[in-house]
């Protein structure tokens, strides 16, 4: 009945604090971004350097223009005006111009009204000169007719710029800028206005064409600024393509060579030592091959093993129906009858083992891990042994914690597990006897802090055969034990199932003060399921 299932409350055991690691970022992330930031930075640095450098360059050349510009309009101001009480500029100031004006620079001279009176282009003897293109192959094609509404536009235009520079000079201001000239170059410009005391008696206007000159000087030093930026960038590529490239491609080779069979593991030492995501790629794919080839091993192993142990109960079957008809007396028929029952009950029981053992891979990695309270689940198995249990069979008693304990799992493999459990203890515990099922919070392993413990008051269990009795096909029986009611996998499916949620399973003997065997423990140890 399920009153007779014995539970009793443990204290609860002090719980252990995490500590939580906080670990760094990528180290190849770190690099690339390292790597790229540096071309950036150097190319913004550049830009800024020399955009700087650009606008100290025009605006040395604007006030050197200026101060020129002022001393020509004082001395115009002063020698080149004539009239009282309203003066006014004599032509003689076209000399002023001539003379004054250096090579490379145009000065126009405006009246009050923005006349122009002189332009140092048409009084002064130099010569624009410039060089004739290369001449034409005869099977070249023909130069383009240059376009004249362009250039109309770009006459037009400039002349606007210019007339808006005098406007504004005629009005006392003095005038600095960049515009465009008529041929749509720029040129740094200085307009000042001519005054006798307080009137203006026109504008002098004073260009230099070299901006262009300039901002090529400024492309020039930019240069070795693109040049590390570029170089940063091909050495990155080149360690991107040395530390991550090669190396994938290194990895999905030897990938291929597992999938062809010509090997049977992944084994490169050279990027395992490395410390960084592709090392660790390489020992997760080393570590995952060779788990791969461990279990091929294992499934070869465990076929060999399957085709033994089913063959010794087909041998005894063939054996006693040959016999069979060979004996007259009818105990001995008997006899021989209980023998092919028997083996026909361990050949079942085996064939369901065998089953569920090569199943139990496919069901872990199907179900998904969910909170699984042991409490509950421990009590629903024990009160349906102690319901179904026969005169003189061990009793189940259930010790529990006050508080629950939940891990994460699956409730049908872990239920299984303890099933095992139990059997095994029920069978190797005396008639009449104990079975103890404790669950508590570990103080031994913090990473698996759920323990559970199956004891029985049995012969115990072998100190060599501690840990081969998780090995599979293992029938050691004590004397008496039923022949045939286990084949052997119970403990080996429990371990393969515990380990698959992060725990372990080990078995111990219980001993008395006297140091005599009094019985077995099978502990399980598994990690709690966060709250």
Same mark, same amino acid.
């Given at each position: 009945?399920?009153?007779?299932?014995?539970?009793?409350?443990?204290?609860?055991?002090?719980?252990?604090?995490?500590?939580?690691?906080?670990?760094? #970022?990528?180290?190849?992330?770190?690099?690339?971004?390292?790597?790229?930031?540096?071309?950036?930075?150097?190319?913004?640095?550049?830009?800024?350097?020399?955009?700087?450098?650009? %606008?100290?360059?025009?605006?040395?050349?604007?006030?050197?223009?200026?101060?020129?510009?002022?001393?020509?309009?004082? @001395? /115009?101001?002063? +020698?080149?005006?004539?009239?009282?009480?309203?003066?006014?500029?004599?032509?003689?100031?076209?000399?002023?111009?001539?003379?004054?004006?250096? %090579?490379?620079?145009?000065?126009?001279?405006?009246?009050?009204?923005?006349?122009?009176?002189?332009?140092?282009?048409?009084?002064?003897?130099?010569?624009?000169?410039?060089?004739?293109?290369?001449?034409?192959?005869?099977?070249?094609?023909?130069?383009?007719?240059?376009?004249?509404?362009?250039?109309?536009?770009?006459?037009?235009?400039?002349?606007?710029?210019?007339?808006?520079? @005098?406007?504004?000079?005629?009005?006392?201001?003095?005038?600095?800028?960049?515009?465009?000239?008529?041929?749509?170059?720029?040129?740094?410009?200085?307009?000042?206005?001519?005054?006798?005391?307080?009137?203006?008696?026109?504008?002098?206007?004073?260009?230099? #064409?070299?901006?262009?000159?300039? @901002?090529?000087?400024?492309?020039?030093?930019?240069?070795?600024?693109?040049?590390?930026?570029?170089?940063?960038?091909?050495?990155?590529?080149?360690?991107?393509?040395?530390?991550?490239?090669?190396?994938?491609?290194?990895?999905?080779?030897?990938?291929?060579?597992?999938?062809?069979?010509?090997?049977?593991?992944?084994?490169?030492?050279? *990027?395992?030592?490395?410390?960084?995501?592709?090392?660790?790629?390489?020992?997760?794919?080393?570590?995952?091959?060779?788990?791969?080839?461990?279990?091929?091993?294992? /499934?070869?192993?465990?076929?060999?093993?399957?085709?033994?142990?089913?063959?010794?109960?087909?041998?005894? /079957?063939?054996?006693?129906?040959?016999?069979?008809?060979?004996?007259?007396?009818?105990?001995?028929?008997?006899?021989?009858?209980?023998?092919?029952?028997?083996?026909?009950?361990?050949?079942?029981?085996? /064939?369901?083992?065998?089953?569920?053992?090569?199943?139990?891979?496919?069901?872990?990695?199907?179900?998904?891990?969910?909170?699984?309270?042991?409490?509950? *689940?421990? #009590?629903?198995?024990?009160?349906?042994?102690?319901?179904?249990?026969?005169?003189?069979?061990?009793?189940?008693?259930?010790?529990?914690?006050?508080?629950?304990?939940?891990?994460? +799992?699956?409730?049908?493999?872990?239920? %299984?597990?303890?099933?095992?459990?139990?059997?095994?203890?029920?069978?190797? +515990?005396?008639?009449?006897?104990?079975?103890?099922?404790?669950?508590?919070?570990?103080?031994?392993?913090?990473?698996?802090?759920?323990?559970?413990?199956?004891?029985?008051? +049995?012969?115990?269990?072998?100190?060599?055969?501690?840990?081969?009795?998780?090995?599979?096909?293992?029938?050691?029986?004590?004397?008496?034990?039923?022949?045939?009611?286990?084949?052997?996998?119970?403990?080996?499916?429990?371990?393969?199932?515990?380990?698959?949620?992060?725990?372990?399973?080990?078995?111990?003997?219980?001993?008395?003060?006297?140091?005599?065997?009094?019985?077995?423990?099978?502990?399980?140890?598994?990690?709690?399921?966060?709250?």
């Amino acid at each position: 009945m399920a009153s007779d299932t014995v539970i009793e409350k443990a204290e609860p055991a002090p719980r252990e604090r995490v500590a939580w690691r906080w670990f760094g #970022g990528s180290r190849l992330g770190r690099l690339i971004v390292g790597l790229n930031l540096v071309g950036l930075v150097v190319l913004v640095v550049g830009a800024l350097v020399m955009n700087e450098f650009r %606008q100290g360059l025009i605006q040395t050349r604007l006030d050197s223009l200026s101060a020129q510009a002022e001393l020509l309009a004082e @001395v /115009i101001a002063e +020698g080149a005006t004539r009239g009282e009480p309203q003066p006014e500029l004599e032509p003689i100031a076209v000399l002023v111009l001539q003379r004054f004006i250096p %090579q490379g620079q145009r000065a126009r001279l405006f009246d009050a009204e923005g006349n122009l009176l002189a332009d140092s282009y048409v009084v002064s003897e130099d010569v624009d000169v410039k060089a004739l293109p290369p001449a034409r192959k005869p099977d070249a094609r023909p130069p383009r007719k240059p376009d004249l509404a362009k250039e109309a536009k770009l006459e037009a235009d400039a002349r606007a710029d210019l007339d808006a520079e @005098v406007a504004r000079a005629l009005k006392g201001e003095r005038v600095a800028d960049v515009r465009h000239s008529e041929t749509g170059e720029r040129v740094v410009s200085v307009s000042i206005p001519v005054q006798r005391v307080e009137a203006v008696l026109g504008v002098l206007t004073l260009e230099a #064409g070299d901006v262009d000159a300039i @901002v090529a000087a400024q492309r020039r030093a930019l240069l070795p600024f693109a040049a590390i930026a570029l170089g940063v960038t091909l050495l990155s590529s080149l360690l991107l393509h040395v530390l991550v490239a090669r190396p994938v491609m290194r990895l999905s080779a030897a990938a291929d060579q597992v999938r062809l069979s010509r090997a049977r593991a992944i084994s490169l030492p050279d *990027l395992e030592a490395r410390n960084d995501e592709i090392g660790d790629l390489a020992r997760s794919l080393e570590t995952m091959t060779a788990t791969l080839s461990d279990r091929m091993d294992a /499934i070869e192993r465990f076929a060999a093993d399957v085709s033994h142990e089913i063959k010794n109960p087909l041998t005894s /079957i063939r054996s006693a129906v040959e016999t069979l008809d060979l004996v007259k007396d009818d105990k001995a028929k008997d006899r021989l009858t209980g023998v092919l029952k028997q083996d026909v009950k361990r050949l079942d029981r085996l /064939i369901t083992d065998i089953s569920n053992a090569s199943r139990l891979d496919a069901e872990l990695s199907r179900d998904q891990p969910k909170p699984v309270d042991l409490g509950r *689940l421990l #009590g629903d198995l024990t009160a349906a042994y102690n319901d179904a249990a026969r005169e003189g069979e061990p009793v189940v008693k259930l010790v529990l914690p006050s508080e629950p304990l939940r891990v994460a +799992g699956r409730e049908g493999p872990l239920g %299984q597990v303890f099933r095992n459990l139990i059997d095994n203890a029920r069978s190797f +515990g005396k008639p009449g006897g104990k079975v103890t099922v404790a669950l508590q919070r570990s103080d031994v392993d913090p990473a698996r802090s759920v323990l559970l413990r199956v004891e029985d008051d +049995g012969p115990g269990v072998p100190v060599e055969n501690l840990e081969t009795i998780f090995q599979r096909f293992y029938t050691s029986r004590p004397k008496g034990a039923a022949f045939g009611g286990n084949s052997g996998l119970g403990l080996s499916i429990s371990r393969q199932i515990v380990e698959a949620h992060g725990g372990r399973i080990w078995a111990e003997n219980l001993t008395g003060p006297d140091g005599e065997v009094r019985g077995a423990r099978l502990s399980v140890a598994l990690p709690e399921a966060a709250r």
